[in-house]
């Protein structure tokens, strides 16, 4: 399926790795000029390296820290000096943090607010007077648990409560633009982040292994096997790209069935 996405810019924040990176090869693979956004510019460099290498697009990366307004504002600016538009934004930016409410800090709530919900914030309010200029698309990644939390799911459902009310929210003040907003709500998915937590059990535990540590994850999803991140990023580029272009304001589960709610 041609996504009609050739030659359209796409910044994609938390790009490097997992699911934003699953999207950018996606975007980049159907001819799109995909911006890399992350804090490591070493990061971005090597994968942007290595996508364009695959696709034979242009993909470039851009060191930001998206909880620095001023820092996103600094990111667009490039992109548009440098490729004069933006046609896709996808606020990707995150990673889980969760914790019971008497055991839950200041800090913590702060940190994953600033990041999940303030990042989407600003990046937004800088790309969003260019994505009007041809009607672009956002997509917002979220979780099941933002529609439905469970126990000591804070603060990441939370601050995914306010990506999939923010998304809502602008998908009817910039329809008017031409501009679609959704969200993916991402469940258990094969991921860096997972890795790094099997890499502090197989510290305690020598004999886990890595699909011992995914099997617990798949005893609980209805379709009986964790994700892999390029199924988000299928999802992503498809809602950005002119195959959804009468698809906003919606938040789609990517989750192997795994929500109680639609």
Same mark, same amino acid.
């Given at each position: 399926m041609d996504l009609g996405v050739e030659n359209k810019v796409a910044i994609i924040t938390g790009g490097?790795?997992?699911? %934003?990176? !699953?999207?950018? =090869?996606?975007l980049s693979a159907e001819g799109a000029k995909v911006v890399l956004v992350s804090r490591t510019q070493a990061d971005l460099?090597?994968?942007?390296?290595?996508?364009?290498?695959?696709?034979?697009? =242009?993909?470039?990366?851009? !060191?930001?820290? /998206?909880?620095?307004?001023? !820092?996103?504002?600094?990111?667009?600016?490039?992109?548009?000096?440098?490729?004069?538009?933006?046609?896709?934004?996808?606020?990707?930016?995150?990673?889980?943090s969760a914790a019971?409410? =008497?055991?839950?800090?200041?800090?913590?709530?702060? *940190?994953?607010?600033?990041l999940k919900v303030k990042g989407?914030?600003?990046? +937004?309010?800088?790309?969003?007077?260019?994505?009007k200029k041809d009607g672009g698309a956002i997509c917002n990644t979220t979780t099941p648990g933002g529609k439905a939390p469970g126990r000591a799911s804070q603060p990441t459902?939370?601050?995914? $409560?306010?990506?999939?009310?923010?998304?809502?929210?602008?998908?009817?003040?910039? $329809?008017?633009? %031409?501009?679609?907003?959704? +969200? /993916?709500?991402? %469940?258990?998915?094969? #991921?860096?982040?997972?890795?790094?937590r099997f890499e502090k059990a197989h510290a305690e535990n020598p004999d886990l292994t890595l699909d011992e540590h995914y099997a617990v994850f798949n005893r609980m999803?209805?379709?009986?096997?964790? %994700?892999? $991140? #390029? =199924?988000?990023? *299928? /999802?992503?580029?498809?809602l950005c790209s002119e195959g959804a272009r009468y698809v906003t304001g919606t938040a789609v589960n990517v989750d192997g069935g795994m929500s109680p709610v639609v």
């Open positions: 490097s790795e997992g699911i %934003g990176r !699953a999207a950018a =090869e996606r460099d090597r994968v942007a390296t290595e996508i364009s290498a695959a696709t034979g697009n =242009e993909v470039i990366g851009i !060191a930001t820290d /998206v909880r620095d307004e001023s !820092a996103c504002e600094a990111m667009v600016n490039s992109v548009v000096a440098s490729w004069g538009r933006v046609d896709i934004l996808v606020n990707n930016a995150g990673t889980s019971r409410f =008497e055991d839950m800090t200041n800090d913590q709530f702060d *940190d994953d607010f600033t989407a914030i600003y990046c +937004t309010r800088y790309a969003l007077p260019h994505l459902a939370m601050s995914r $409560a306010a990506g999939i009310s923010l998304t809502k929210t602008w998908a009817t003040e910039f $329809a008017a633009d %031409g501009v679609r907003v959704n +969200t /993916v709500c991402v %469940g258990f998915l094969r #991921s860096r982040q997972h890795e790094r999803i209805p379709m009986g096997r964790v %994700g892999d $991140a #390029s =199924e988000a990023g *299928d /999802v992503i580029a498809f």
